[in-house]
């Protein structure tokens, strides 16, 4: 069974100050999708990664996705109040269903 | 592009009843939706997955007799969820895989429906 494992579960900083969520796994997958979810909303891709060592960049969110495409990590620069929200890392593999972590609930004080 | 949406966004029902949920993709063809159920303050949990034509695919535990999928066309999906329980409460979530994708893994997700069992 494949798992993903989301760290930190919770988090709450300052605003100005940056941060780290980690999404690592044993198993291998094809790509790797980390979205936002507000309450009450559907969560909303942000971006989806399919090369191992593959970084894209979002504004202020760095993605990177492992050499060996088990784990993946969400950077942020200079939280603000906005970010704040439920991130959740998804991993999957061609025509199958994907995989959610249990998502990092990250808070932002002003 | 691909905007799925969901009809209702919230329903409160009584105990015993059925209430139909609603699943599209506005501007593009889903080979294949998905339908998830989230409780509060956690993950999303995959309940079934659902292909155009055929029947749903459920995931262990999920009663497919209480929880009735219908695609019907490549751009809606139903969920019915039968003589509903307070138990059943939750936040109902669908996506949808489009037929075209560049990227067929990706998904799209609907806003979701609360639904509230009294």
């Known amino acids: 069974t494949q798992l993903l494992e989301q760290s930190p579960q919770f988090l709450s900083i300052q605003e100005g100050e940056n941060l780290t969520v980690y999404c690592n796994s044993s198993?291998?997958?094809?790509?790797l999708q980390w979205y936002r979810q507000e309450p009450g909303e559907g969560p909303v891709l942000l971006v989806t990664?399919?090369?191992?060592?593959e970084v894209k960049k979002l504004k202020r969110l760095t993605f990177q996705f492992g050499d060996a495409r088990k784990d993946s990590s969400l950077h942020i620069t200079a939280a603000q109040p906005g970010d704040t929200g439920l991130y959740l890392c998804?991993?999957?593999?061609?025509?199958?269903?994907?995989?959610f972590g249990k998502g990092t609930r990250l808070h932002i004080l002003p | 592009g691909a905007v799925v949406s969901q009809h209702p966004s919230w329903v409160i029902c009584k105990s015993g009843t059925s209430v139909k949920i609603e699943c599209r993709s506005l501007?593009?063809?889903?080979?294949?939706m998905f339908w998830y159920r989230q409780f509060p303050k956690q993950s999303l949990m995959l309940m079934a997955t659902?292909?155009?034509?055929?029947?749903?695919?459920?995931e262990q535990g999920v009663e497919k007799d209480k929880f009735l999928i219908n695609h019907a066309s490549l751009t809606l999906s139903t969920l019915t969820v039968t003589s509903a329980h307070p138990e059943d409460s939750s936040f109902y979530i669908c996506?949808?895989?489009?037929?075209?994708?560049?990227?067929?893994?990706?998904?799209?997700f609907g806003p979701g429906t609360r639904l509230t069992v009294t």
């Open positions: 501007d593009f063809q889903a080979t294949t």
């Open positions: 659902s292909n155009e034509g055929s029947k749903a695919t459920y």
């Open positions: 990664v399919v090369t191992g060592g």
């Open positions: 198993s291998v997958f094809s790509s």
């Open positions: 998804a991993g999957g593999n061609r025509d199958d269903k994907i995989i």
């Open positions: 996506s949808a895989r489009a037929l075209a994708a560049l990227i067929s893994y990706e998904q799209y």
